[in-house]
């Protein structure tokens, strides 16, 4: 019995350290996407993110209004200048695997607070969500 409970505890740990290398590994995947998003703002290629964005989220916003706002995100704050990671979370549930991660923001004319939500699979990361927080947005 006590090999037995060895064994398993053994099976167990492997299994749970395979799925902490995925999450890594889905956080590492959305993080690039994260540069190539900014990359594409300061190029102005709103409709790019737009295009590679989910399904899901294009049923919450037209391209039309995605583009609108990133364009009033562009002459409020300028381009993006520097980002840090504020804080993510990986989650996985029914083989699907959502990563949400924060960003502070330094734009040229004022800093943001950004929340990138991703769907990952096969190590392909699609943009579900986009938020930005930002004190300039609203008062310039």
């Known amino acids: 019995m006590r090999k037995f409970a060895s064994l398993f ?6 299994l ?18 994260i540069e190539k998003f900014h990359q594409q703002y300061n190029a ?26 990133m364009s009033a995100v562009g002459r409020k704050l300028g381009q993006v200048v520097s980002t840090e990671e504020g804080g993510w979370n990986v989650r996985t549930f029914n083989f699907s695997t959502s990563v ?5 923001t330094k734009f040229e004319q004022g800093d943001a607070v950004e929340t990138f939500v991703y ?22």
């Open 16 to 33: 749970l350290l395979s799925a902490c290398g995925d999450m890594t590994a889905a956080k590492s995947v959305a993080t690039t996407k």
């Open 100 to 104: 949400t991660i924060q960003q502070t």
């Open 44 to 69: 102005e290629n709103y409709k790019a993110i737009y295009e590679a964005a989910s399904d899901d989220f294009k049923k919450v916003s037209s391209e039309e209004s995605f583009c609108e706002l």
């Open 9 to 14: 505890c053994l099976c167990l740990t492997c």
């Open 119 to 140: 769907s990952v699979k096969d190590e392909v990361a699609i943009l579900v969500g986009y938020n930005i927080n930002s004190r300039e947005l609203i008062v310039k």
